[in-house]
């Protein structure tokens, strides 16, 4: 449920200026019954200066006398024309210096474990760049000679959600990755 804007000064003001039962203050404003009357009591919000609903376009004051001749009824909030806006994106992933050498080890499991990633994937995932992950899978990274496989959820460089959730965009399955085989001729 959408609750209105400075819950405690919308209770203040509609303990003012209404007759509404102490239930449904709270019900509207997301808090308990006895908070309401502690407030009304001037126990509670002390110097909180009312804040008025209707004015401010979340409540209709055809509502308010609605719900003030009936007690069971329930103030509901306006809808605001005001388009919501949108969240924005997580942007770039930071990756702390110590853990920037396990980046390629990161890459390596991931191009070995999951090859339906693709490089943008990989690169989201561990906030890398296409071109070290070409030059991770080409072996031309500066450090090939030292990269090893590594899960990068146990480097912490990502989360076992986020993986999943990559793998799974890829049409993966993230419980079964795909090992290739070691030594067939070990056996």
């Not at 396990?102 to 990989?122: C, G, H, K, M, V």
């Not at 496989?149 to 990755?177: F, M, T, Y």
Request: aromatic letters at 4%; charged letters at 25%; one cysteine or more.
């Amino acid at each position: 449920m959408t609750l209105p804007l400075m819950p405690k000064a919308t209770a203040v003001w509609l303990i003012e200026k209404t007759s509404l039962s102490f239930e449904q203050i709270a019900d509207f404003v997301g808090m308990h019954p006895l908070e309401v009357q502690a407030i009304a009591d001037g126990e509670v919000a002390q110097g909180i200066v009312g804040y008025d609903p209707v004015q401010n376009g979340q409540l209709r004051r055809e509502e308010i006398e609605r719900c003030e001749g009936n007690p069971d009824a329930r103030l509901r909030l306006q809808e605001s024309s005001i388009p919501v806006p949108k969240s924005r994106g997580k942007g770039a992933r930071y990756t702390p210096v110590s853990k920037r050498n396990d980046r390629p080890d990161a890459i390596a499991f991931l191009l070995r474990n999951y090859p339906q990633l693709t490089e943008a994937q990989i690169g989201k995932l561990l906030g890398t760049t296409k071109d070290t992950i070409a030059k991770v899978r080409d072996r031309t990274h500066w450090n090939s000679a030292n990269i090893k496989p590594r899960d990068p959820v146990i480097l912490g460089l990502c989360s076992q959600s986020d993986l999943n959730s990559a793998v799974l965009a890829s049409g993966g399955n993230p419980a079964e990755p795909a090992v290739l085989a070691e030594d067939d001729d070990a056996a």
